[in-house]
């Protein structure tokens, strides 16, 4: 079975643009999960989509940030007027309902903000 | 809130030294505890886990044991190869939440 897949694997685009992440989670895990790692730190928390519905989207830095998964599977992470501050790797992760730490985390994509 | 502390890399080691990371953390109530991995190029994978106090989570000839009089989950591996070169990340996910927390990761070298 696949595992976590994202597109693009890069991209480049110029401060003030408008870019979208995508997230194919595992089939039928219905826990989708947004983190942005920047370098030699951590995964930092964005948001969190239980089925369809954003769940938890305390980690969202500002209102530039915004998160979709219309269908309960795919997920998109829309970045509006893009800062160089925003250049980092995001990562799409997913699991079943419960806490157990089985959290599948995909390669990311990696932001880069001229 | 909800921390995770771990020692800064990056460490060097020789092939068949023992390893040893710290790790601390901050957490209200009964958190799980994990350590995931990320080899060079490649995603975070899940290494292992503890989930209450005494656990021990072991896996890859790694392990970890749930400490909470010390809150701290270090990791240990008492015979390293050049293929445990990576980042290792320790995290937890507080009770009843879903969200992990990382520490900032600590990079690990080892030499033939």
């Known amino acids: 079975g696949a595992g976590v897949s994202q597109t693009p694997s890069n991209k480049v685009t110029e401060k003030g643009k408008y870019v979208e992440l995508r997230c194919d989670p595992i089939s039928g895990h219905t826990a989708l999960y947004w983190y942005r790692q920047s370098l030699g730190q951590g995964p930092e928390f964005l948001i969190y989509f239980q089925g369809t519905g954003a769940a938890d989207d305390s980690g969202l830095p500002n209102d530039r940030f915004f998160a979709v998964r219309p269908e309960g599977s795919v997920s998109t992470l829309k970045i509006q007027r893009t800062e160089r501050g925003d250049s980092a790797v995001y990562l799409c992760?997913?699991?079943?309902?419960?806490?157990?730490?089985?959290?599948?985390f995909g390669p990311g994509t990696r932001l880069t903000v001229l | 809130g909800n921390s995770v502390t771990q020692m800064e890399g990056p460490v060097t080691l020789s092939e068949e030294a023992f390893l040893t990371i710290n790790c601390t953390y901050t957490a209200t109530g009964y958190p799980s505890l994990f350590w995931y991995v990320q080899y060079p190029g490649e995603g975070l994978q899940l290494l292992l886990k503890?989930?209450?106090?005494?656990d021990k989570g072991s896996n890859k000839g790694f392990e970890a044991t749930y400490r909470k009089e010390t809150t701290s989950f270090h990791l240990e591996k008492g015979s390293v190869q050049v293929s445990d070169s990576a980042v290792y990340f320790c995290a937890l996910i507080k009770a009843a939440g879903n969200k992990l927390t990382f520490g900032g990761g600590t990079r690990v070298l080892v030499k033939p």
């Open positions: 992760a997913s699991s079943l309902t419960e806490r157990t730490g089985a959290i599948f």
């Open positions: 503890a989930t209450k106090a005494d």
